[in-house]
């Protein structure tokens, strides 16, 4: 048995919520390896709504949660989610939930800095989440960085903080932004290190203990491949390594664990943030999408861009991401649409592309070239089974599966967590 990790296939917002629940059910442990509380889950369980930013989904289902030493995380905003949970009736507590010991903190200079610099773009504004998440991950990597460990040392406190507001109050500065003061700093850490200690541990020892023993592990994506740093539409992407591949650094486990890749997919594309969509509909359609499809941010409360699915582009996100099978979802907001568009490539100043090409102009200029097909009269909301659809609607699929060269391994014809098709088990491999 193997485990499994679930990443967006296209721009975020893929509707992984459900299916990662699902999956979650069926796992021992949920870990969640890049990213922050910029992403945004929507679980639906019964008559309850949990909206999870940076808690792993499994807590939902009872199962042990790990935040992998890969995710930015803002401990105010995490005490804040845990208690917003906890008053629906889920249990976090150090038996349910463990945290990298070595994982990289946000602090609220990161989040003034990342709001001060979109201002300051004007019109070349990412549309970041403001939450922080870029500035705290080029701390990282500057080496700069106040650690989970580091809140049960308060020497090491303050002396990063003195490097740490060097480097970010001469930014913030020159922004025209409010500066930070390192006692407010510091005394805010001191305050909340007793509540965030007792969940630090060496992740990386249980998880493989936990793989020593046969359990299943189920790594939890955020954002998606085509916001990744490397293989996204850069510069108009998060700042982590949205792919399969990063479950394993970012959790501190080897490339062999991973397992299955499940991709997610929505039938149609959306997008949140500025950044090239090259199948963007800004007519009628693009309306009707957004509004069957309830387009708005989980986080950030945003209306999403809406467009037709884009293959070449999914197909690329197969390849760079290491997907073994898709996971399609909102196949029912196409319902009774008389044609259907998909784009299988695009033409740049004259010349034909099988994918979308790394530079920013030529993102930019990227004409989708399209190929239709009929839609379908019947629904396919809450179809269980292929039977259940409308046959053009499985011509549709099996299209996609051609064209992004990967199998459809799953179909999500409603937010009912029942209302799948499962064609195989990613557990099963
Ligand atoms: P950041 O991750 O806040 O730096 O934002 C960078 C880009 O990623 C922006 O275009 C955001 O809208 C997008 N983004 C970040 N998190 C998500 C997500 O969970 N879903 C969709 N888009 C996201």
Known sequence: MGNVAVIGAQWGDEGKGKVVDWLASRADIVVRFQGG?????????????????????????GKLGIIGNGVVIDPEALLAEIERVRAQGLRVDPETLRIAENAVLILPVHSALDRAREDARGDRRI???GRGIGPAYEDKVARRAIRICDLAEPETIADKLDELLLHHNTLLRGLGAATFSKQELYDRLLAIAPKILPFAEPVWERLDEARRAGKRILFEGAQAVMLDVDHGTYPFVTSSNTVA?????????????????????KAYTTRVGAGPFPTELHDDIGKQLGERGHEFG?????????????????????????????????????????????????????????????GQAAQAAAQPVYEVMEGWQGSCRG??????????????????????????????????RDDTILVRDPFEG
Not at 37 to 61: D, I
Not at 391 to 405: F, N
């Open 37 to 61: 509380h910029n992403a945004g889950h929507t679980l639906v369980v019964g008559n309850e709504t949990y909206k999870l930013s940076l808690l792993p989904s499994g807590l939902v289902r």
């Open 298 to 358: 989980t986080v950030t409360g945003r209306r999403r861009r809406c467009g037709w699915f884009n293959a070449a582009m999914v197909r690329q996100a197969v390849k760079v991401g290491g997907i073994h099978g898709l996971a399609l979802t909102k196949l029912d907001v196409l319902d009774g649409f008389p044609e259907l568009h998909i784009c299988t490539g695009y033409m740049i100043d004259g010349k034909a592309f099988r994918h979308l090409p790394a």
């Open 383 to 416: 179809a269980r089974s292929w039977a259940a659809l409308p046959a053009q609607a499985i011509k549709y699929v099996r299209r996609i599966e051609e064209l992004v060269e990967a199998p459809v391994t799953l179909v999500s014809t409603s937010p009912e």
């Open 245 to 265: 591949a990063t479950a394993a650094s970012g959790s501190g486990t080897g490339p062999s664990s991973i397992g299955t890749v499940l991709g997610i997919a």
């Open 127 to 129: 549309g970041t989440t």
